[in-house]
Each structure stands twice: as C-alpha cells, then as structure tokens.
C-alpha cells in the first residue's frame, strides 16, 4: 500500500494533479477535463474502504464494504451515484467509471478493467508513478540515519 501514514491520501492526491497539470500540454489526445477529474477522483472509494485513520493508531482497518468491494468499486459507485444526481452524461459518467475500475493497470493488481481510454491509461501511469517514487522516498528516509552528514556532505564528490 502507497502512502499509507495520515493525509496520505491527500498527498498523493496533490502529487497527481501536479503531475497531470504538468504533462497534460504535451497529450493533446488527452481530455483535460476528465483527466483531471480522473485524477482527483480515481481513490475516492478509499474514503468508505478504510476505517478512519485516529491519532495513535498504526493503521487504519478495513471496512465492511472495503473487505467487499474494494477502492475501485466503491469509487466507481460514488461516481454513479453523485453524478447521476447531479445530471452528468451517461458516456461522461461511463468514462470516469472506467478511470476509477482500471487505475491499477492489470486485473493481477487488482483492476476491474485495463485501462482501454487517453485519459484512463494517463491517470493509472502517473498514479504508478507517484506510487513508486513514495515508496523509493520513504526507503531513503529509513536508511538516512545510515548515512551520516559527513559521509554525504556538499563538499564530498559521491555519496
């Protein structure tokens, strides 16, 4: 699991709309709008997956409907529910379904859907990105007590 400490969500969240504002200009084929939208919206079934993170616990557990039905499931839900309510296009509503189902790439990692859109396949590469380069980061901020300010100071050629 990505970013898995308090606000973690929201950080990677932020992570990704900076992502996408940055790279969208350079994919013309790319739906801004609903990329965007994807982008902000693709881990929005994470607020029914998990209990709420208190201070003081390690983690948060699972929900009912998190051990049911999963992020994605729930998220593409919530997509149906609010934006019927709210009036969206069936075909809007059945493309942003599809960037919540398919963000995870493969079924072997747990997509409902392979991304098979622009915009669904932009929003499950920039949240693998950002998924990884976290969890290079937090294995750099465990090992940085092994490396001493002397061993990689600005004046050392390498550390």
């Known amino acids: 699991m990505h970013h898995a400490f308090r606000h973690g969500l929201l950080e990677h969240t932020l992570r990704m709309a900076k992502c996408a504002e940055a790279l969208l200009p350079l994919y013309p084929k ?83 859907a392979i991304p098979s859109t622009p915009e669904a396949v932009f929003v499950a590469r920039i949240d693998d990105l950002d998924a990884k380069l976290s969890a290079v980061e937090e294995e750099l901020r465990k090992a940085a007590p092994a490396w001493s300010s002397a061993r990689c100071a600005p004046s050392t050629v390498s550390c």
Not at 40 to 52: A, P, T, W
Not at 67 to 75: A, D, I, M, S, T
Request: net charge neutral; glycine share 10%; hydrophobic share 40%.
């Open 30 to 112: 790319v739906d801004p709008s609903l990329a965007v939208a994807g982008t902000v919206l693709h881990d929005v079934g994470k607020i029914q997956e998990y209990s709420r993170l208190e201070p003081g616990m390690a983690k948060a557990s699972f929900t009912r409907a998190g051990n049911l039905h999963g992020h994605l499931v729930l998220g593409a839900f919530l997509i149906r529910q609010h934006g019927t309510k709210v009036g969206l296009e069936a075909s809007l509503l059945e493309r942003l379904e599809h960037i919540l189902l398919s963000h995870h790439t493969m079924r072997e990692y747990g997509a409902a």
